[in-house]
């Protein structure tokens, strides 16, 4: 029973450091971004972040870790993809 208040608190204390993650790589990008011209390397960066955020967000808060790989696959797809069009966007 003991286990299962541990693994309860520390899964809510993790969700809670994951955020924290979340909110300070969103910081960190929209600092680096705001000052500067827009370079294509600038662009790889951010967009790099939105997928390492996109995964934290799909696996973690979405709760798709253990989900029908079909649907994972999907999911973590998105934004890589999305960030590869956008990138080309801006190289040409």
């Known amino acids: ?6 693994k309860s608190k520390f ?3 993790k ?15 929209a600092l680096m ?5 827009v370079t294509i390397g ?3 960066i951010v ?3 939105t997928v390492v955020k996109a995964k934290i967000l799909v696996d973690s808060f979405m709760g798709l870790r253990n ?3 079909f649907w994972r ?11 590869v069009i956008i990138t080309l966007t801006y190289a040409f």
Not at 1 to 6: A, D, E, G, N, W
Not at 15 to 29: D, F, Q, R, S, V
């Open 1 to 6: 029973m003991m286990s299962r208040v541990f």
């Open 33 to 37: 971004a705001e000052p500067y011209t």
């Open 67 to 69: 989900a029908p790989l």
């Open 73 to 83: 696959v999907m999911l973590l797809a998105y934004a890589p993809v999305l960030g």
């Open 47 to 49: 967009l790099l972040v």
């Open 11 to 13: 899964a809510g204390l």
């Open 42 to 44: 600038l662009v790889a």
């Open 15 to 29: 969700l809670i450091l994951l955020w924290l993650l979340l909110l300070i790589l969103t910081m960190a990008t």
